[in-house]
């Protein structure tokens, strides 16, 4: 049994004369008989928390940054009806933030025999599976003099996934991808194209693009249209060692990754070609494969949901020959990862050649836009020191850019809002070309 504030004044208030030495609010009921018993009955009275049962239901996944309703059903099974104080109680990032404990902490009345529905609203700050801590019920007698205190175990999962804020650049790039396609008047060949159709030339045409056999069966010039191969294969690698845990703003490196990874896996489904993905440092964190159409994009997702830095150096050599195991075919593979000069000289670019032998190879990695302002600045002996500190960075980034080029790969570089738009504009452009 716990005293409520009330029950405590009105035993202190009745007690004055006598009680001013009791050691503990038990002697000061002990010297107060009518309050004694008014608090037995109220005890009495109150609805049993044990008792109680208790389900959940509502949303079970929600986009990093939107919210989440997560519904508790309790019912009483006793004769007596319950007036409780409910706390749902979920950890600190569930919450719009770790000190707002308003959203979880619920008032209600369920008569004898009833259920009553609480709703506790999430706005959860980081990714992966948010899960309850416990359910912790006060139950009052009808005089509110004291409470029955219990907990409850009620199991949940609401599982947080990346925001796919990029995605606001996939019409412009679907829009690109049916130029390719030939369903606009701008028509493209390259090497790995495939044939599509005949149609009367317009100026501007490439004349390469002339079939002569049909224009001799024709009373007009006819060229022929092409179209980017479809079912190409495309591995998405995300490196998930120590170098991703960095934070670029407010983000670590590889939420920046993993938004462009979606991008382009969204635009490649649309293209008819299929996905897979591979989380690597020392071992597979998430593998992602036979997906295909509207599947993929949900299941890359899930996947990435859970995912998080690792705090130890990535494993070059295993992470190339989980890669080679993942795409056996020919195959786009799409590297993301960082391009600090220690961990490409010493791990990737000693087992790069594997890659590149087999695979078209496309490193992408996020830069930080606070070096590009640093670079810009002057004006005090400080800012000049960061200029030339900046300076030096770019210098030793865009050296390491370089050594990957003469390997034959293709490098991505961009800050974390222009990486996923860029990243997509050069798969169109290996498709346009027929290197894919």
């Not at 044939?195 to 224009?215: H, K, M, N, Q």
């Not at 382009?264 to 071992?283: E, H, M, S, T």
């Not at 990862?337 to 990737?348: H, I, N, Q, Y």
Request: hydrophobic share 40%; glycine share 6%; proline share 7%.
């Amino acid at each position: 049994m716990a005293l409520t504030g009330r029950t405590a004044l009105l035993a202190a208030l009745g007690s004055l004369p006598v009680g001013l030495w009791a050691p503990d609010w038990t002697g000061l009921l002990a010297v107060n008989a009518p309050l004694a018993v008014a608090c037995a009955c109220d005890y009495a009275l109150a609805a049993p928390v044990r008792r109680l049962r208790l389900t959940r239901s509502g949303d079970t996944s929600v986009r990093l940054g939107e919210t989440a309703d997560v519904t508790l059903t309790l019912t009483n099974p006793s004769r007596r009806p319950l007036r409780a104080a409910l706390r749902d109680a979920w950890p600190p990032s569930s919450l719009p933030t770790a000190t707002d404990t308003t959203t979880s902490r619920h008032d209600l009345t369920v008569p004898a025999g009833e259920r009553r529905r609480v709703t506790t609203r999430l706005t959860p700050t980081r990714r992966g599976d948010h899960h309850p801590d416990r359910v912790t019920i006060r139950s009052y007698g009808p005089l509110r003099l004291v409470s029955r205190q219990g907990t409850h175990q009620v199991p949940w999962t609401v599982r947080v996934l990346p925001p796919f804020s990029s995605r606001k650049h996939l019409p412009s790039k679907l829009a690109r991808l049916r130029e390719l396609d030939g369903r606009t008047s701008l028509l493209t060949r390259g090497e790995g194209t495939e044939f599509d159709s005949l149609r009367e030339y317009v100026p501007g045409d490439d004349t390469r693009s002339i079939d002569w056999r049909a224009t001799a069966r024709h009373s007009t010039v006819a060229v022929r249209t092409w179209r980017p191969e479809r079912d190409r294969h495309l591995l998405l690698v995300l490196d998930t060692g120590r170098t991703s845990a960095g934070r670029v703003g407010d983000t670590p490196r590889l939420d920046a990754a993993m938004d462009a990874a979606l991008l382009l896996a969204a635009l490649a489904a649309r293209a008819g070609d299929r996905v897979d993905l591979l989380a690597y440092d020392r071992r597979v964190r998430a593998l992602v494969q036979g997906r295909s159409g509207r599947d993929t994009l949900p299941s890359l997702v899930d996947a990435m949901a859970a995912l998080e830095p690792e705090l130890i150096e990535t494993d070059a050599h295993g992470l190339t020959t989980t890669a080679l195991r993942t795409a056996p075919r020919i195959s786009l593979v799409v590297l993301l990862t960082s391009l600090d000069t220690a961990p490409v000289e010493e791990g990737l670019l000693p087992v790069l050649p594997h890659l590149t032998r087999r695979h078209t190879v496309v490193v992408a990695s996020v830069a930080d836009p606070h070096i590009a302002r640093m670079a810009t600045s002057r004006g005090t002996p400080d800012a000049v020191h960061e200029a030339a500190s900046a300076a030096q960075t770019q210098t030793e980034r865009q050296r390491t850019a370089d050594q990957l080029r003469r390997h034959g790969v293709t490098v991505v570089d961009a800050t974390p809002d222009a990486l996923p738009p860029a990243l997509a504009g050069t798969y169109l452009s290996l498709k346009s070309t027929g290197r894919l």
